[in-house]
Nanobody, 120 residues
Framework: VQLQASGGGMVQAGDSLRLSCAAS????????AGWFRQTPGKEREFVAA????????SYSDSVKGRFTISRDNAKAMVYLHMDSLKPEDTAKYYC??????????????WGQGTLVTVSS
């Protein structure tokens, strides 16, 4: 499975942004999907995850209530809709597929990342 993330950019605090992740290859719908983010000098951190069917989702406390993860298995796409963005959301965002989890090590395939910058 190959993943291509897009949709990042520079926005102001309070704005919304939607990230997309396009998957190619077979068996996309066999994997759970997740979004992680990373800033320079820090470890990659969990943002959101969604099960294979899309019936269950989970979020980090820092984004709960503001971000929404979704997927379209027919289109092999995963999305992260981000509302009420804050400067501390600034990071490079990565999509990944693997086992439904909040841990980096449980994801087998990763996209290249898309940069989100939120100014105050």
């Amino acid at each position: 499975v190959q993943l291509q993330a897009s949709g990042g950019g520079m926005v102001q605090a309070g704005d919304s942004l939607r990230l997309s992740c396009a998957a190619s290859g077979r068996f996309f719908s066999s994997y759970a999907a997740g979004w992680f983010r990373q800033t320079p000098g820090k470890e990659r951190e969990f943002v959101a995850a969604i099960t294979r069917s899309g019936s269950t989702t989970s979020y980090s406390d820092s984004v709960k209530g503001r971000f929404t993860i979704s997927r379209d298995n027919a289109k092999a796409m995963v999305y992260l809709h981000m509302d009420s963005l804050k400067p501390e959301d600034t990071a490079k965002y990565y999509c990944a597929v693997g086992t439904y989890s909040a841990y980096v090590r449980h994801y087998n395939y990763w996209g290249q990342g898309t940069l989100v910058t939120v100014s105050s």
